[in-house]
T-cell receptor, first 112, second 114 residues
Framework: GEDVEQSLFLSVREGDSSVINCTYTDSSSTYLYWYKQEPGAGLQLLTYIFSNMDMKQDQRLTVLLNKKDKHLSLRIADTQTGDSAIYFCAEIPRDSGYALNFGKGTSLLVTP | DVKVTQSSRYLVKRTGEKVFLECVQDMDHENMFWYRQDPGLGLRLIYFSYDVKMKEKGDIPEGYSVSREKKERFSLILESASTNQTSMYLC?????????????FGPGTRLTVL
């Protein structure tokens, strides 16, 4: 499929906010997702947003969706060292049969 | 809680061997998926299945086949393993009834082909 775009690396200091950006491909995707992968582990769903929403907040996480630009972002407030992981943006394009189309992942490094 | 299990966390095989990777889910999900994950390439879809005995090719099916004889089990088969199939393999499942079409992932199998 077409590429979901993400920057590959982000480094922040503990306590700062992290913002991970993503550009997806299919404007008809009903949901958009953020998955987290900690070292040596499988993927864990972090949060998702329904396509008719602009923003979703869940504790330290804020997801912003700009459908016009097909842009999705994940903001992590008060970033902790335990947030160090790879973050994947994903969509389910129409006609994909529920299969996710992932970005390449953003490696977030949180330094003390 | 949904549980997706994969038969091995680590596997080492030789070039030319036939390799079976097994995935089992316990939530009666209709849809199951196999992805491979490689550094710098993210996750790419190999095959998926939306029902028993049904299968659909994903983006990179070459060199792989799958089997879905029972609803809870989805197997990925490498008929003749090659070194370029060294990768992390992730299985996932979902159902139309699941909130937000969420996919649940297994822990992954890291396969090394020598």
């Amino acid at each position: 499929g077409e590429d979901v775009e993400q920057s590959l690396f982000l480094s922040v200091r503990e306590g700062d906010s992290s913002v991970i950006n993503c550009t997806y491909t299919d404007s008809s995707s009903t949901y958009l997702y953020w998955y987290k992968q900690e070292p040596g582990a499988g993927l864990q769903l972090l949060t998702y947003i329904f396509s008719n929403m602009d923003m979703k907040q869940d504790q330290r996480l804020t997801v912003l969706l700009n459908k016009k630009d097909k842009h999705l972002s994940l903001r992590i407030a008060d970033t902790q060292t335990g947030d160090s992981a790879i973050y994947f943006c994903a969509e389910i394009p129409r006609d994909s049969g529920y299969a996710l189309n992932f970005g390449k992942g953003t490696s977030l490094l949180v330094t003390p | 809680d949904v549980k997706v299990t994969q038969s091995s966390r680590y596997l080492v095989k030789r070039t030319g061997e036939k390799v079976f990777l097994e995935c089992v889910q316990d939530m009666d999900h209709e849809n199951m998926f196999w992805y491979r994950q490689d550094p710098g390439l993210g996750l790419r879809l190999i095959y998926f299945s939306y029902d028993v005995k049904m299968k659909e090719k994903g983006d990179i099916p070459e060199g792989y086949s799958v089997s879905r004889e029972k609803k809870e089990r989805f197997s990925l088969i490498l008929e003749s393993a090659s070194t370029n199939q060294t990768s992390m393999y992730l299985c996932a499942s979902t159902s139309q009834g699941v909130v937000a079409d969420t996919q649940y992932f297994g822990p992954g199998t890291r396969l090394t082909v020598l």
